[in-house]
């Protein structure tokens, strides 16, 4: 399901954005290309509710399969381990210098994180509160461009 939307958020922002609100890098392929600085112009956020494997809600989870379909992917998600906690630190830093195209991540991400280049965020499920969905969802489109959000729910084990 999130590949899905992933691969079709540059047509679809592409349908959406008047003149003045599209993203220069909007074109299916350099949507999700490297730059000539092998950095990468457009970023997605996407938020799972856990850090692990289970159910298609968590992190772990939902970055193997993008990391399997071609997305430079990045994770960030709170530990109690101090070796993942790093590896967290050092995903959040790429991802603020355009060295991945896509953070999954818990809501432990972003304080204090102002990417203008993010053009979509999507929510494994509901957030906590709809502050919370507010606080995440903004973080897409800060640049003033077209941006989309979207939030996935479903009921069924194993939906993802």
């Known amino acids: 399901?999130?590949?899905?939307?992933?691969?079709?958020?540059?047509?679809?922002?592409?349908?959406?954005?008047?003149?003045?609100?599209?993203?220069?890098?909007?074109?299916?392929?350099?949507?999700?290309?490297?730059?000539?600085?092998?950095?990468?112009?457009?970023?997605?956020?996407?938020?799972?509710?856990?850090?692990?494997e289970n159910r298609g809600l968590g992190v772990r989870y939902h970055a193997s399969k993008l990391s399997q379909a071609d997305f430079a992917v990045g994770t960030f998600y709170g530990s109690d381990d101090e070796e993942k906690e790093n590896l967290s630190d050092v995903h959040q830093e790429r991802f603020k210098n355009n060295m991945f195209n896509v953070l999954v991540a818990t809501k432990a991400f972003g304080m204090g994180v102002d990417k203008p280049n993010v053009r979509a965020t999507v929510h494994i499920n509901l957030p906590n509160s709809i502050e919370s969905f507010v606080q995440e969802a903004g973080r897409a489109g800060r640049d003033q461009k077209q941006a989309l959000c979207y939030l996935l729910y479903s009921d069924v084990p194993g939906w993802t």
């Open 1 to 52: 399901m999130v590949q899905t939307i992933l691969a079709g958020l540059p047509t679809e922002l592409s349908r959406i954005a008047s003149d003045d609100l599209r993203p220069a890098s909007i074109g299916v392929t350099e949507f999700y290309a490297l730059t000539a600085k092998d950095r990468f112009q457009t970023r997605v956020l996407v938020f799972c509710p856990h850090k692990g």
